[in-house]
Protein backbone atom coordinates (compact mmCIF):
# COMPACT_ATOMS: atom_id res chain seq x y z
CA UNK A 1 0.00 0.00 0.00
CA UNK A 2 1.35 3.47 -1.34
CA UNK A 3 2.35 5.15 2.01
CA UNK A 4 0.36 8.84 3.01
CA UNK A 5 1.34 12.00 1.32
CA UNK A 6 -0.66 14.90 2.42
CA UNK A 7 0.11 16.91 -0.75
CA UNK A 8 -1.46 14.25 -3.29
CA UNK A 9 -4.49 14.03 -1.26
CA UNK A 10 -4.83 17.70 -1.13
CA UNK A 11 -4.39 17.63 -4.96
CA UNK A 12 -6.87 14.59 -5.62
CA UNK A 13 -9.55 15.92 -3.47
CA UNK A 14 -9.67 19.58 -3.94
CA UNK A 15 -9.17 20.56 -0.16
CA UNK A 16 -6.50 22.54 1.77
CA UNK A 17 -3.47 21.37 2.49
CA UNK A 18 -4.53 21.70 6.73
CA UNK A 19 -7.29 19.42 5.73
CA UNK A 20 -5.46 17.23 3.79
CA UNK A 21 -2.63 16.80 6.77
CA UNK A 22 -6.05 16.41 9.07
CA UNK A 23 -6.95 13.34 7.16
CA UNK A 24 -3.71 11.80 6.52
CA UNK A 25 -3.01 11.63 10.03
CA UNK A 26 -6.35 10.20 11.04
CA UNK A 27 -5.55 7.87 8.78
CA UNK A 28 -2.32 6.93 9.88
CA UNK A 29 -4.16 6.98 13.50
CA UNK A 30 -6.57 4.29 12.55
CA UNK A 31 -4.09 2.18 10.65
CA UNK A 32 -1.86 1.74 13.76
CA UNK A 33 -4.80 1.14 15.76
CA UNK A 34 -5.93 -1.38 13.93
CA UNK A 35 -2.47 -2.82 12.82
CA UNK A 36 -3.59 -6.23 12.14
CA UNK A 37 -2.08 -8.98 9.85
CA UNK A 38 -2.62 -10.32 6.86
CA UNK A 39 -3.55 -14.22 7.36
CA UNK A 40 -0.40 -16.60 6.52
CA UNK A 41 -2.04 -18.48 3.51
CA UNK A 42 -0.53 -18.56 -0.20
CA UNK A 43 -3.40 -19.78 -3.06
CA UNK A 44 -2.38 -23.11 -4.82
CA UNK A 45 -3.86 -23.22 -8.63
CA UNK A 46 -3.70 -26.85 -10.50
CA UNK A 47 -4.67 -27.55 -13.90
CA UNK A 48 -6.87 -30.71 -12.81
CA UNK A 49 -7.48 -30.02 -9.02
CA UNK A 50 -9.25 -27.39 -7.29
CA UNK A 51 -7.50 -24.29 -5.70
CA UNK A 52 -5.83 -24.17 -2.72
CA UNK A 53 -5.46 -21.72 -0.13
CA UNK A 54 -2.60 -23.67 2.32
CA UNK A 55 -0.72 -22.99 5.54
CA UNK A 56 2.33 -24.73 6.13
CA UNK A 57 1.15 -27.30 4.01
CA UNK A 58 -2.45 -27.62 5.71
CA UNK A 59 -5.57 -27.02 3.71
CA UNK A 60 -7.49 -23.91 5.15
CA UNK A 61 -9.36 -23.29 2.32
CA UNK A 62 -10.80 -24.73 -0.97
CA UNK A 63 -13.43 -24.18 -4.07
CA UNK A 64 -15.91 -26.42 -3.41
CA UNK A 65 -17.72 -25.33 -6.93
CA UNK A 66 -15.17 -26.77 -8.59
CA UNK A 67 -15.71 -30.41 -7.60
CA UNK A 68 -19.03 -30.09 -8.35
CA UNK A 69 -18.11 -29.67 -12.26
CA UNK A 70 -15.46 -32.49 -13.85
CA UNK A 71 -12.29 -31.90 -11.61
CA UNK A 72 -14.13 -34.45 -8.68
CA UNK A 73 -13.28 -36.86 -11.29
CA UNK A 74 -9.23 -36.35 -12.10
CA UNK A 75 -8.03 -34.49 -9.32
CA UNK A 76 -6.19 -36.43 -6.91
CA UNK A 77 -4.12 -34.51 -5.09
CA UNK A 78 -4.66 -34.42 -0.88
CA UNK A 79 -7.38 -37.36 -1.62
CA UNK A 80 -7.04 -41.28 -1.41
CA UNK A 81 -6.09 -41.03 -5.24
CA UNK A 82 -2.58 -40.01 -3.37
CA UNK A 83 -2.68 -41.88 -0.86
CA UNK A 84 0.17 -45.10 -1.10
CA UNK A 85 -1.35 -47.38 1.40
CA UNK A 86 -4.32 -47.20 -0.65
CA UNK A 87 -3.10 -48.77 -3.67
CA UNK A 88 -0.80 -50.97 -1.57
CA UNK A 89 -3.88 -52.65 -0.24
CA UNK A 90 -5.50 -52.88 -4.00
CA UNK A 91 -2.52 -54.32 -5.05
CA UNK A 92 -2.66 -57.05 -2.31
CA UNK A 93 -6.40 -57.87 -3.27
CA UNK A 94 -5.89 -57.59 -6.83
CA UNK A 95 -2.55 -60.50 -6.41
CA UNK A 96 -5.64 -62.17 -4.47
CA UNK A 97 -8.28 -62.18 -6.91
CA UNK A 98 -6.00 -63.67 -9.41
CA UNK A 99 -4.20 -66.26 -7.57
CA UNK A 100 -7.65 -67.27 -6.54
CA UNK A 101 -8.93 -66.93 -10.54
CA UNK A 102 -5.70 -68.95 -12.05
CA UNK A 103 -6.31 -71.92 -9.13
CA UNK A 104 -9.70 -72.01 -10.47
CA UNK A 105 -8.59 -72.81 -13.98
CA UNK A 106 -5.71 -74.98 -12.90
CA UNK A 107 -8.13 -77.38 -10.92
CA UNK A 108 -10.82 -77.16 -13.06
CA UNK A 109 -13.37 -75.83 -10.60
CA UNK A 110 -15.19 -72.99 -12.75
CA UNK A 111 -18.02 -73.30 -10.83
CA UNK A 112 -19.25 -69.86 -9.94
CA UNK A 113 -20.44 -69.54 -6.05
CA UNK A 114 -21.36 -65.78 -6.81
CA UNK A 115 -25.17 -65.59 -6.97
CA UNK A 116 -27.89 -64.54 -4.33
CA UNK A 117 -26.40 -66.29 -1.47
CA UNK A 118 -22.88 -65.49 -1.95
CA UNK A 119 -21.12 -64.13 1.29
CA UNK A 120 -20.12 -60.96 0.36
CA UNK A 121 -23.79 -60.29 -0.29
CA UNK A 122 -24.66 -61.35 3.19
CA UNK A 123 -21.92 -59.26 4.73
CA UNK A 124 -22.82 -55.82 2.84
CA UNK A 125 -25.71 -55.01 4.66
CA UNK A 126 -24.20 -55.40 8.10
CA UNK A 127 -21.10 -53.18 6.50
CA UNK A 128 -23.44 -50.47 5.48
CA UNK A 129 -25.14 -50.16 8.88
CA UNK A 130 -21.57 -50.64 11.15
CA UNK A 131 -19.57 -48.59 8.45
CA UNK A 132 -22.26 -45.78 8.58
CA UNK A 133 -22.40 -45.35 12.00
CA UNK A 134 -18.39 -45.24 12.21
CA UNK A 135 -18.34 -42.46 9.82
CA UNK A 136 -21.35 -40.65 11.37
CA UNK A 137 -19.43 -40.71 14.74
CA UNK A 138 -16.16 -39.61 13.75
CA UNK A 139 -17.34 -36.24 11.47
CA UNK A 140 -19.43 -35.43 14.57
CA UNK A 141 -16.58 -35.65 16.73
CA UNK A 142 -14.79 -33.67 14.51
CA UNK A 143 -17.35 -30.90 14.44
CA UNK A 144 -17.71 -31.02 17.98
CA UNK A 145 -13.71 -30.25 18.38
CA UNK A 146 -14.16 -27.27 16.05
CA UNK A 147 -16.54 -25.77 17.52
CA UNK A 148 -17.25 -27.08 21.21
CA UNK A 149 -14.29 -27.53 22.13
CA UNK A 150 -11.42 -25.32 20.26
CA UNK A 151 -14.25 -23.20 19.19
CA UNK A 152 -14.92 -22.35 23.01
CA UNK A 153 -11.47 -21.69 24.08
CA UNK A 154 -11.26 -19.26 21.50
CA UNK A 155 -14.41 -17.47 21.91
CA UNK A 156 -13.32 -17.24 26.08
CA UNK A 157 -9.89 -16.28 25.11
CA UNK A 158 -11.36 -12.79 22.90
CA UNK A 159 -13.59 -12.55 25.66
CA UNK A 160 -11.30 -12.49 28.07
CA UNK A 161 -9.48 -9.58 25.78
CA UNK A 162 -12.58 -7.64 24.72
CA UNK A 163 -13.02 -7.64 29.00
CA UNK A 164 -8.99 -6.31 29.27
CA UNK A 165 -9.41 -3.67 26.97
CA UNK A 166 -12.85 -2.41 28.19
CA UNK A 167 -11.06 -2.01 31.52
CA UNK A 168 -7.55 -0.18 30.13
CA UNK A 169 -8.42 1.90 27.48
CA UNK A 170 -10.81 4.11 29.64
CA UNK A 171 -7.92 3.94 32.94
CA UNK A 172 -4.47 3.10 31.60
CA UNK A 173 -2.40 6.03 29.43
CA UNK A 174 -1.71 4.84 26.00
CA UNK A 175 1.54 3.60 25.94
CA UNK A 176 0.76 1.08 29.14
CA UNK A 177 -2.43 -0.03 27.58
CA UNK A 178 -0.58 -1.37 24.74
CA UNK A 179 1.41 -3.08 26.80
CA UNK A 180 -0.64 -4.51 28.69
CA UNK A 181 -3.39 -5.70 25.85
CA UNK A 182 0.04 -7.13 23.87
CA UNK A 183 0.77 -8.90 25.99
CA UNK A 184 -2.49 -10.56 27.09
CA UNK A 185 -2.75 -10.84 23.47
CA UNK A 186 0.46 -12.61 23.78
CA UNK A 187 -0.44 -15.68 26.17
CA UNK A 188 -4.07 -15.90 24.78
CA UNK A 189 -2.12 -16.69 21.30
CA UNK A 190 0.27 -19.17 23.63
CA UNK A 191 -2.22 -20.81 25.04
CA UNK A 192 -4.37 -21.67 21.74
CA UNK A 193 -1.03 -23.10 20.34
CA UNK A 194 0.15 -24.69 23.56
CA UNK A 195 -2.70 -26.98 22.52
CA UNK A 196 -2.48 -27.76 19.17
CA UNK A 197 1.29 -28.72 19.76
CA UNK A 198 0.27 -31.11 22.66
CA UNK A 199 -1.67 -33.04 20.42
CA UNK A 200 1.01 -33.44 17.57
CA UNK A 201 3.69 -36.04 16.70
CA UNK A 202 6.75 -34.56 19.11
CA UNK A 203 5.34 -33.00 21.76
CA UNK A 204 7.49 -34.57 24.18
CA UNK A 205 10.54 -33.27 22.49
CA UNK A 206 9.26 -30.09 21.56
CA UNK A 207 11.83 -27.43 22.51
CA UNK A 208 9.97 -24.86 22.08
CA UNK A 209 12.24 -22.32 20.74
CA UNK A 210 10.26 -21.80 17.52
CA UNK A 211 7.63 -19.52 20.38
CA UNK A 212 11.12 -17.51 21.49
CA UNK A 213 11.00 -13.57 21.54
CA UNK A 214 14.15 -12.91 20.20
CA UNK A 215 16.79 -11.28 22.78
CA UNK A 216 16.14 -7.79 21.12
CA UNK A 217 13.09 -7.60 21.86
CA UNK A 218 12.71 -8.51 25.21
CA UNK A 219 12.96 -5.21 26.44
CA UNK A 220 9.55 -4.46 25.23
CA UNK A 221 7.14 -7.52 25.71
CA UNK A 222 4.26 -6.13 23.91
CA UNK A 223 2.64 -5.70 20.09
CA UNK A 224 6.68 -6.45 18.98
CA UNK A 225 5.82 -9.78 19.61
CA UNK A 226 4.26 -9.78 16.45
CA UNK A 227 6.52 -7.50 14.22
CA UNK A 228 8.82 -9.59 12.07
CA UNK A 229 5.32 -11.75 11.01
CA UNK A 230 3.83 -8.26 10.05
CA UNK A 231 7.23 -7.02 8.02
CA UNK A 232 7.27 -10.30 6.16
CA UNK A 233 4.05 -10.42 5.18
CA UNK A 234 3.60 -8.55 1.77
CA UNK A 235 0.18 -7.22 0.69
CA UNK A 236 1.84 -6.65 -3.00
CA UNK A 237 0.95 -10.06 -4.42
CA UNK A 238 -2.00 -10.78 -2.49
CA UNK A 239 -4.38 -13.41 -4.12
CA UNK A 240 -7.55 -11.84 -5.53
CA UNK A 241 -6.86 -8.47 -4.43
CA UNK A 242 -5.43 -9.20 -0.97
CA UNK A 243 -8.40 -10.48 0.39
CA UNK A 244 -10.13 -14.05 0.46
CA UNK A 245 -13.47 -14.81 0.31
CA UNK A 246 -14.13 -13.01 4.06
CA UNK A 247 -12.54 -9.84 3.13
CA UNK A 248 -9.63 -10.89 4.81
CA UNK A 249 -6.02 -9.71 4.16
CA UNK A 250 -3.95 -13.26 2.50
CA UNK A 251 0.02 -12.66 2.10
CA UNK A 252 1.53 -14.06 -0.43
CA UNK A 253 4.71 -14.42 1.30
CA UNK A 254 4.36 -16.42 4.11
CA UNK A 255 6.75 -15.96 6.82
CA UNK A 256 8.04 -19.07 8.65
CA UNK A 257 6.45 -20.76 11.24
CA UNK A 258 10.21 -19.86 13.42
CA UNK A 259 8.81 -16.28 13.21
CA UNK A 260 6.02 -16.51 15.89
CA UNK A 261 7.64 -14.61 18.92
CA UNK A 262 4.87 -15.75 21.78
CA UNK A 263 6.93 -16.01 25.17
CA UNK A 264 10.38 -15.50 26.74
CA UNK A 265 13.27 -17.65 28.17
CA UNK A 266 12.02 -17.92 31.43
CA UNK A 267 8.47 -18.51 30.54
CA UNK A 268 9.64 -21.38 28.23
CA UNK A 269 11.98 -22.97 30.69
CA UNK A 270 8.95 -23.18 33.18
CA UNK A 271 6.83 -24.37 30.08
CA UNK A 272 9.32 -27.18 29.30
CA UNK A 273 9.44 -28.80 33.26
CA UNK A 274 5.31 -29.26 32.54
CA UNK A 275 4.37 -32.16 30.35
CA UNK A 276 2.71 -31.11 27.34
CA UNK A 277 -0.45 -31.46 28.45
CA UNK A 278 -0.51 -29.51 30.99
CA UNK A 279 1.27 -26.63 29.21
CA UNK A 280 -1.86 -24.23 27.79
CA UNK A 281 -2.81 -24.77 31.50
CA UNK A 282 0.29 -22.74 32.74
CA UNK A 283 -1.00 -20.23 30.76
CA UNK A 284 -4.39 -19.79 31.87
CA UNK A 285 -3.25 -19.38 35.22
CA UNK A 286 -0.57 -16.66 33.96
CA UNK A 287 -3.78 -14.85 32.65
CA UNK A 288 -5.30 -15.38 35.26
CA UNK A 289 -2.25 -13.87 37.40
CA UNK A 290 -2.23 -11.00 34.91
CA UNK A 291 -5.83 -10.10 35.79
CA UNK A 292 -4.73 -10.10 39.33
CA UNK A 293 -1.74 -8.01 38.19
CA UNK A 294 -4.13 -5.24 36.63
CA UNK A 295 -6.16 -4.99 39.86
CA UNK A 296 -2.96 -4.71 42.26
CA UNK A 297 -2.47 -1.66 40.32
CA UNK A 298 -5.23 0.11 40.77
CA UNK A 299 -7.28 -0.67 37.66
CA UNK A 300 -10.50 -0.61 38.73
CA UNK A 301 -13.57 -3.30 37.22
CA UNK A 302 -17.29 -3.70 38.10
CA UNK A 303 -18.75 -6.70 39.56
CA UNK A 304 -19.85 -7.66 36.21
CA UNK A 305 -16.41 -7.77 34.43
CA UNK A 306 -15.12 -9.75 37.82
CA UNK A 307 -17.60 -12.26 37.15
CA UNK A 308 -17.15 -12.37 33.05
CA UNK A 309 -13.16 -12.55 33.72
CA UNK A 310 -13.20 -15.63 36.19
CA UNK A 311 -16.05 -17.09 33.81
CA UNK A 312 -14.11 -17.18 30.73
CA UNK A 313 -10.96 -18.03 32.46
CA UNK A 314 -12.97 -21.55 33.63
CA UNK A 315 -14.43 -21.51 29.43
CA UNK A 316 -10.75 -21.43 28.51
CA UNK A 317 -9.20 -24.30 30.86
CA UNK A 318 -12.63 -26.09 29.78
CA UNK A 319 -11.83 -25.58 26.75
CA UNK A 320 -8.17 -27.03 26.59
CA UNK A 321 -9.15 -29.80 28.45
CA UNK A 322 -12.18 -30.64 26.23
CA UNK A 323 -9.80 -30.82 22.96
CA UNK A 324 -7.02 -32.66 25.10
CA UNK A 325 -10.07 -35.33 26.10
CA UNK A 326 -11.48 -35.64 22.92
CA UNK A 327 -8.65 -36.56 20.49
CA UNK A 328 -6.49 -38.26 22.86
CA UNK A 329 -9.33 -40.13 24.19
CA UNK A 330 -9.77 -42.58 21.32
CA UNK A 331 -12.74 -44.26 20.51
CA UNK A 332 -13.39 -47.71 22.21
CA UNK A 333 -10.87 -50.07 20.41
CA UNK A 334 -13.33 -53.28 19.95
CA UNK A 335 -16.11 -51.01 17.90
CA UNK A 336 -13.33 -49.69 15.85
CA UNK A 337 -11.45 -52.80 15.68
CA UNK A 338 -14.99 -55.00 14.45
CA UNK A 339 -15.48 -51.55 11.73
CA UNK A 340 -11.93 -52.55 10.43
CA UNK A 341 -11.91 -55.81 10.21
CA UNK A 342 -15.22 -56.30 9.14
CA UNK A 343 -14.43 -54.02 5.68
CA UNK A 344 -11.23 -55.90 5.43
CA UNK A 345 -12.84 -59.20 5.58
CA UNK A 346 -15.57 -58.33 2.99
CA UNK A 347 -12.62 -56.52 0.38
CA UNK A 348 -11.07 -59.94 0.57
CA UNK A 349 -13.99 -62.32 0.41
CA UNK A 350 -14.95 -59.78 -2.68
CA UNK A 351 -11.43 -60.20 -4.57
CA UNK A 352 -11.70 -63.89 -3.71
CA UNK A 353 -15.31 -64.50 -5.33
CA UNK A 354 -14.37 -62.16 -8.61
CA UNK A 355 -11.54 -64.38 -9.36
CA UNK A 356 -13.68 -67.17 -9.27
CA UNK A 357 -16.11 -65.02 -11.79
CA UNK A 358 -14.00 -64.30 -13.59
CA UNK A 359 -12.61 -67.90 -13.95
CA UNK A 360 -16.36 -69.13 -14.55
CA UNK A 361 -16.80 -66.65 -17.13
CA UNK A 362 -13.29 -68.08 -19.08
CA UNK A 363 -15.00 -71.36 -19.08
CA UNK A 364 -18.14 -69.87 -20.52
CA UNK A 365 -15.94 -68.33 -23.32
CA UNK A 366 -13.94 -71.18 -24.20
CA UNK A 367 -16.18 -74.06 -23.32
CA UNK A 368 -13.69 -76.31 -23.30
CA UNK A 369 -13.40 -77.04 -26.41
CA UNK A 370 -12.97 -73.36 -27.77
CA UNK A 371 -16.81 -72.80 -28.73
CA UNK A 372 -18.37 -69.27 -27.39
CA UNK A 373 -21.46 -70.81 -24.52
CA UNK A 374 -22.25 -67.80 -22.17
CA UNK A 375 -25.41 -68.95 -19.57
CA UNK A 376 -28.08 -67.64 -21.93
CA UNK A 377 -26.42 -68.97 -25.57
CA UNK A 378 -29.81 -67.94 -27.12
CA UNK A 379 -28.75 -66.18 -31.36
CA UNK A 380 -30.44 -63.14 -30.13
CA UNK A 381 -28.47 -62.14 -26.90
CA UNK A 382 -25.31 -59.46 -27.68
CA UNK A 383 -22.66 -59.60 -28.12
CA UNK A 384 -21.83 -62.63 -30.32
CA UNK A 385 -18.30 -62.37 -30.45
CA UNK A 386 -16.67 -64.28 -27.49
CA UNK A 387 -14.10 -62.17 -26.89
CA UNK A 388 -16.40 -58.62 -26.78
CA UNK A 389 -18.62 -60.72 -24.67
CA UNK A 390 -15.71 -61.81 -21.74
CA UNK A 391 -14.51 -57.95 -21.69
CA UNK A 392 -17.68 -56.87 -21.10
CA UNK A 393 -17.79 -59.14 -18.03
CA UNK A 394 -14.47 -58.50 -17.34
CA UNK A 395 -14.89 -54.78 -17.27
CA UNK A 396 -18.44 -54.79 -15.21
CA UNK A 397 -17.01 -56.91 -12.24
CA UNK A 398 -13.78 -55.25 -11.96
CA UNK A 399 -14.11 -51.92 -11.93
CA UNK A 400 -17.64 -51.95 -10.03
CA UNK A 401 -15.41 -53.62 -7.11
CA UNK A 402 -12.45 -51.52 -7.56
CA UNK A 403 -14.84 -48.41 -7.01
CA UNK A 404 -16.58 -50.34 -4.00
CA UNK A 405 -13.08 -50.92 -2.48
CA UNK A 406 -11.59 -47.46 -3.36
CA UNK A 407 -15.00 -46.48 -1.50
CA UNK A 408 -14.94 -47.88 1.46
CA UNK A 409 -10.96 -47.27 1.59
CA UNK A 410 -11.07 -43.74 0.94
CA UNK A 411 -13.51 -43.76 4.09
CA UNK A 412 -11.41 -45.10 6.23
CA UNK A 413 -8.74 -43.00 5.57
CA UNK A 414 -10.85 -39.68 5.69
CA UNK A 415 -11.84 -41.25 9.06
CA UNK A 416 -7.79 -41.69 10.41
CA UNK A 417 -7.30 -37.95 9.18
CA UNK A 418 -10.30 -36.49 10.91
CA UNK A 419 -9.86 -38.38 14.08
CA UNK A 420 -7.12 -35.42 14.61
CA UNK A 421 -7.74 -32.16 13.35
CA UNK A 422 -4.63 -30.76 15.46
CA UNK A 423 -2.11 -33.06 13.57
CA UNK A 424 0.21 -31.94 11.17
CA UNK A 425 -1.88 -33.77 8.41
CA UNK A 426 -2.47 -30.66 5.55
CA UNK A 427 -6.52 -31.74 5.95
CA UNK A 428 -5.87 -30.28 10.26
CA UNK A 429 -6.81 -27.17 11.86
CA UNK A 430 -4.00 -24.41 10.92
CA UNK A 431 -2.75 -22.98 14.68
CA UNK A 432 -0.86 -20.23 12.68
CA UNK A 433 -4.31 -19.23 10.82
CA UNK A 434 -6.46 -19.74 13.58
CA UNK A 435 -3.72 -17.46 15.70
CA UNK A 436 -3.89 -14.49 13.09
CA UNK A 437 -7.53 -14.75 13.30
CA UNK A 438 -7.62 -14.49 17.05
CA UNK A 439 -4.93 -11.60 16.66
CA UNK A 440 -6.99 -9.55 13.95
CA UNK A 441 -10.62 -10.13 16.10
CA UNK A 442 -8.74 -9.20 19.34
CA UNK A 443 -7.23 -5.94 17.15
CA UNK A 444 -10.72 -4.56 15.71
CA UNK A 445 -12.26 -5.40 19.37
CA UNK A 446 -9.58 -2.86 20.77
CA UNK A 447 -9.72 -0.19 17.35
CA UNK A 448 -13.57 -0.62 18.31
CA UNK A 449 -12.97 0.72 21.77
CA UNK A 450 -10.78 3.51 20.69
CA UNK A 451 -12.24 4.80 17.84
CA UNK A 452 -15.66 5.11 19.47
CA UNK A 453 -13.96 7.06 22.44
CA UNK A 454 -12.03 9.24 19.72
CA UNK A 455 -15.49 9.59 17.71
CA UNK A 456 -17.02 10.47 20.61
CA UNK A 457 -14.04 13.34 21.38
CA UNK A 458 -14.87 15.15 18.15
CA UNK A 459 -18.56 15.13 18.31
CA UNK A 460 -18.78 16.57 22.00
Not at 25 to 34: A, W
Not at 127 to 145: E, L, M
Not at 197 to 226: C, F, H, K, V, Y
Request: glycine letters at 6%; proline letters at 4%; hydrophobic letters at 40%.
Amino acid sequence: MNPLNIESISRKSAISPELAAQLAGEEKFRKQTLDQKPIPMEKEEHLLDPWFYKCDDKIVKYDMRELGRWKAIVSCWYTVLSDWDTWNHLTFLTIVCFFTMFMVIITGSTRSVYDNNSVVNKALTLVSFVFAGYVAIVINRWDRIRNATIGQMWGALENLNMISMSILIKQAPPAEEAELSARLMRYSRLAMILTFRALQPGAETDTLESLLIRPADNRTMSAQSDASERQMSSFAHSVDGGSNNNGNAVSSALPPAEQQELMTEEERQWLLAATPGTRPLMVVSWLEGYFDSLHAAGYQSNELALTGIMVNLFSVRGGIGATLGAIGAQLPYPYVHLVYWTIQVVLVALSIETGVILAADTYFKNNGQGDYSPVDDSPNVWPQDSNLWYFNKFMQITVSNVIFALFTEGLLKVCDKLSNPCSLEETSFSERVYGTFMFNNCRALRAGHISYAHMKSKND
